[in-house]
């Protein structure tokens, strides 16, 4: 399992995202273990955070936390530090990626990776196939 967080323009960005991961999920291009969702909203005062997005109810949610995996807290907290007002990230823990149909699913979708548990090459060959800038972990966001 990996986790990879991924910024978007815009605070409906990472919702869009969910709703392509939860379809390519059905589909068994991808295993989701869990997301959350981060948004900083233009005039808020910080980013807020909605972590097992993919849960369904609580029950359902917590069943699943059971047998799968979660993102771990601090990965969230670190990623709000990585907004600026008016974007948005998603986190995301998952394995069994079919990488070049997820990445044909997002393309041209104005999205950064930018922070992982991944290696640098694994990190660096996703920024290849999504078309992200290299390098780039804990990279200042964009100013607004």
């Known amino acids: 399992m990996s986790t990879t967080a991924w910024r978007f323009t815009g605070t409906e960005g990472a919702d869009q995202a969910v709703l ?12 989701v273990q869990d997301v959350a969702v ?28 059971l047998k799968k995996g979660t993102i771990d807290s601090s990965m ?21 990626a079919v990488i070049d149909t997820v990445a044909r699913t997002f393309e041209g979708e104005p999205m950064e990776l930018i922070r992982s548990d991944l290696s640098v090459q694994q990190q660096d060959r996703l920024r290849a196939v999504f078309g992200g800038p290299a390098g780039g972990q804990g990279q200042p966001p964009p100013s607004p």
Do not use: C, F, M
Not at 20 to 31: E, T, V
């Open 20 to 31: 392509r991961l939860k379809q390519l999920n059905s589909q068994d291009l991808i295993d």
């Open 38 to 65: 981060i948004r900083w909203p233009q005039y808020a005062d910080a980013p807020t955070a909605q972590e097992h997005v993919t849960g369904g109810g609580k029950v359902s949610s917590l069943v699943s936390k």
């Open 76 to 96: 969230i907290e670190s990623v709000k530090t990585d907004l600026a007002p008016g974007n948005s990230a998603l986190v995301l823990l998952s394995s069994d």
